[in-house]
């Protein structure tokens, strides 16, 4: 458009010039210049303010994903508010971490199978030798609006991230208190033990049994007990 924008002006030029020389208005390089002149003006003053001339091409890419977090069997899709307040989600893929934008991108988060993250973005191309002679100088290819379609698991959970954060401090606090736990069992049942049994004190082997029987029912009893914590927690949140 803008080499006939051009010819238009020139065919305006010309005719004026004529018309000087002739002594005559020479009215049809006059209408036909202006008329070309401000059709092509239009027409760029559209195409940079729209997809005109320009063919609807989406770019559809789906990929497998990983949770953002992991805790005991519990996995998680975190959020955080954008700069527009909509929801960027955290995921990964093989061990590096990604987030989905919120500027002019739109997510739909929804139960399946699979664990994937389908990208799809709208891009505007001239496609046609007739538009990209239209579009001589001007933009070919424009990028629209991108749409995620989010599919986790129904064991996965979406949350802040945080409150993901107040469950691995919940994580941490439960495995701070295993050791303490660990030595006032051993402490007492060893005590028990002896008194019930003279020669405990000099049984190693039975020692290290009592011992190893002791740390995984406190480590089994602790597990239950904290993944009974998440859980009522995560429910709280839904």
Known sequence: MILLLVLGIVIVVVGILRSVQQHTVRWMPLISGTVLAIAMAVGLYTAHHSNFLLTKMPLDKTQKIKPAATLLDFKFITTEKGSNGENRYTYKVGNKSYQTLTQNAETTVKT????????????????????????????????????????VPKD????????????????????????????????????DRAKDDENFMKDKDAQQKLQSDIVNKVTADRQANLEKALNEKIQSWQ
């Open 112 to 151: 399946g199978e699979t664990a994937q993250l389908e990208t799809i973005v709208t891009t505007y191309q001239a496609k046609s030798l007739f538009s990209r002679f239209m579009l001589f100088g001007e933009t070919k290819l424009k990028t629209g609006k991108t749409q995620y379609v989010l599919t």
């Open 156 to 191: 996965w959970d979406v949350l802040t991230s945080a409150q993901v954060k107040e469950l691995q401090k919940m994580v941490k606090d439960s495995n701070n208190g295993i050791t303490d736990e660990v030595a006032n069992q051993v402490k007492k049942q060893f005590a």
